[in-house]
């Protein structure tokens, strides 16, 4: 019985040691993965920040060499 109890604590040991070296950093980032999502045929990624929409500049908006 203290046999078994040794491994168990050993292996508890172990598996925490495990989890610290996988587990992130403060202040890391991580992307999950959805493997529901890769089984019905599409990968689920995590949804983007919103972003203002890019103003495209027209022939007006640009300075043309000779004006410089």
Known sequence: MLERQERLLDDNTELRQQIQLLAPVPGEVRLRFN????TQGGLAL???PSRPPIRRMGRADRQSPRAA
């Open 35 to 38: 493997p529901d999502a890769a």
């Open 46 to 48: 995590p949804p983007l």
